[in-house]
């Protein structure tokens, strides 16, 4: 009688996690360097490709410009909402969204409705309030890159019959 379960399964079953896990790519916008360190390492350790950090909204624009350039952009930002500089994390995050391929998680400690209102006109991916727990962001990234594959399928097949319908209709 086989059982299932076993530690060999197991390991074949978090291998293959892991290795989903490591492609999604995943940019960093937080100006607490202590927060930073500690959601990158927690984050690689539980299998994330981290591309990079940036502390202003500014340096994060120009770093993802780099990433782009270098056909390495990334499929999830996350974005501290009160960041220092000239702009804020939702501003910063409307850019993004609209020069970048990037999903938007906010990551912030101020949950008051005016900054929902304002943050939730950008359509991030989620909100996951400081301190964070690890369990509900990794939750977050995998439920953002979920739907953004979903997107981007949805986008191709759009594309296709767009395609289809015009040569039908030239040929008629």
Request: hydrophobic share 35%; proline share 2%.
């Amino acid at each position: 009688m086989a059982v299932s379960g076993t530690k060999r399964d197991q390991f074949i079953e978090n291998d293959l996690f892991k290795m989903t896990k490591k492609s999604i790519t995943i940019y960093i916008v937080e100006d607490e360097l202590l927060i930073v360190s500690c959601l990158k390492d927690q984050l690689e350790e539980s299998g994330y490709q981290i591309l990079g950090t940036s502390t202003r909204g500014e340096q994060s624009l120009e770093e993802l410009t780099k990433l782009r350039n270098e056909n390495c952009e990334p499929m999830i930002v996350l974005m501290d909402i009160n960041l220092r500089g000239k702009m804020d994390g939702i501003e910063t995050a409307r850019l993004i969204t609209e020069l970048f391929d990037c999903s938007i998680i906010f990551l912030t400690g101020q949950s008051s409705r005016e900054i929902y209102e304002r943050s939730s006109r950008i359509k991030p991916f989620s909100f996951v309030l400081k301190p964070y727990d690890q369990e509900q962001m990794i939750m977050a990234i995998e439920i953002a890159a979920y739907q953004r594959e979903l997107e981007q399928e949805n986008k191709e097949i759009k594309e296709k019959l767009a395609s289809l319908l015009s040569k039908n209709s030239t040929k008629q």
